[in-house]
């Protein structure tokens, strides 16, 4: 694929990918977005990990608890 930068006036060849990372989501070449949600639900399965202490103390409340997980773990999925 060519591409004319205006400013030097002269052609540039660009490389064609299959997939690629745009804005911090994965972009692929036919719309599949298949490697995206599998990335997305690996992040918000290690949060979740990384979170288990709380899931597991009784001295926090369940209502701290649903926030702690809308705010860490549904925030990346």
Same mark, same amino acid.
Request: with cysteine.
């Given at each position: 694929m ?5 400013? $030097?006036? /002269?052609y !540039? !060849?660009?490389? /064609? ?10 972009? #692929? ?7 995206? $949600? +599998? =990335? =997305?639900?690996?992040?918000? =399965? /290690? +949060?979740?990990?990384?979170?288990? #202490?709380?899931? +597991?103390? =009784?001295?926090? +409340? !369940? ?15």
């Amino acid at each position: 694929m060519l591409y004319l930068d205006a400013k $030097i006036m /002269q052609y !540039t !060849t660009l490389e /064609q990918v299959h997939d690629f990372k745009f804005l911090g989501s994965y972009k #692929s070449a036919d719309g599949d977005c298949t490697k995206e $949600i +599998k =990335r =997305r639900i690996a992040m918000a =399965r /290690q +949060k979740a990990v990384v979170l288990a #202490s709380i899931w +597991k103390d =009784r001295n926090i +409340k !369940t209502a701290t608890k649903v926030k702690v997980m809308k705010s860490m773990v549904w925030a990346v999925f």
